[in-house]
């Protein structure tokens, strides 16, 4: 039996990956992060628990699994880099030769580091390409004419942080930049527009230009819904295409409940 290797993060998407690769009989060969990553994962043929910053040792478990294809899948936060994490001789060695920071440099590093030992980094749509976002309305409500203009105004911005690989999402109000997601990550941005803006603002999320499908894809899902409650959002404006839509019929009969304006832009 082929066996593929799942970089797993945190958060929900990992276990749908899972779950819908198992389904094409493959063997899954899942590494996990201790403290981040789901306890479900566990349901994978093999699980191997790591803590952030074992480089050499992830590396390690899928020569000696000998894997070939690898996926990555769930959020693993750049804020770990300013934590108590232990990086091994790999990690250090990695990190002093990137040229910076940026999420495009670390992911694009690692992926050449993985294929150095023979192992290819794989895009996570060609199997969760039905989870993509149409083009379109997709709750009850549509956007009003002032809603448009917002999200025409705020497409223009983050498409401009995306090729400065800053973030991806973008919070408006009144054509009015409230927050720019940075390395927070889009439900914090959301809740501090929200705060900002008194409510009844404009979120935008799409992927940077010429984004790399395999890694950094766009994922929206239930706990970001939460943050748009709080933020009392009234649009959530998504890159149809491009950008992963997690618990969609939930998701959207939740917009609906409180009127909010899911559309793929």
Request: aromatic content about 4%; proline content about 3%.
């Amino acid at each position: 039996m082929e066996s593929i290797g799942l970089i797993a993060g945190s958060g929900n998407l990992p276990l749908i990956l899972l779950e819908r690769i198992k389904k094409d009989g493959l063997r899954v060969v899942t590494i996990a992060f201790k403290g981040l990553s789901s306890d479900n994962l566990d349901a994978s043929d093999t699980t191997y628990w790591i803590s952030p910053g074992e480089l050499g040792r992830l590396i390690g478990i899928l020569k000696d699994e000998g894997i070939k294809r690898a996926i990555m899948a769930g959020k693993v936060p750049k804020t770990l880099m300013f934590t108590d994490i232990e990086p091994d001789l790999r990690a250090m060695s990695f990190f002093l030769r990137l040229r910076d920071k940026k999420d495009e440099s670390l992911l694009l590093a690692l992926a050449e580091e993985l294929e150095s030992e023979g192992i290819t980094l794989e895009g996570l749509t060609a199997y969760l390409n039905h989870l993509l976002v149409p083009k379109g309305v997709l709750t009850i409500r549509s956007p009003s004419e002032e809603e448009v203009k917002d999200i025409e105004f705020g497409l223009k911005i983050v498409r401009e942080i995306g090729r400065l690989d800053i973030g991806q999402t973008v919070v408006i109000k009144n054509q009015a930049v409230l927050a720019v997601e940075a390395i927070e990550g889009t439900d914090e941005a959301i809740k501090r527009g929200g705060k900002l803006g008194n409510g009844d603002v404009i979120v935008i999320k799409v992927s940077k230009p010429g984004q790399d499908m395999r890694f950094d894809v766009p994922v929206v899902g239930l706990k970001t819904m939460d943050a748009l409650k709080e933020a009392n959002a009234k649009v959530l404006a998504l890159e149809s295409g491009m950008t992963i839509l997690l618990s969609r019929e939930a998701m959207i009969k939740e917009a609906d409940k409180i009127g909010l304006c899911i559309i793929g832009v």
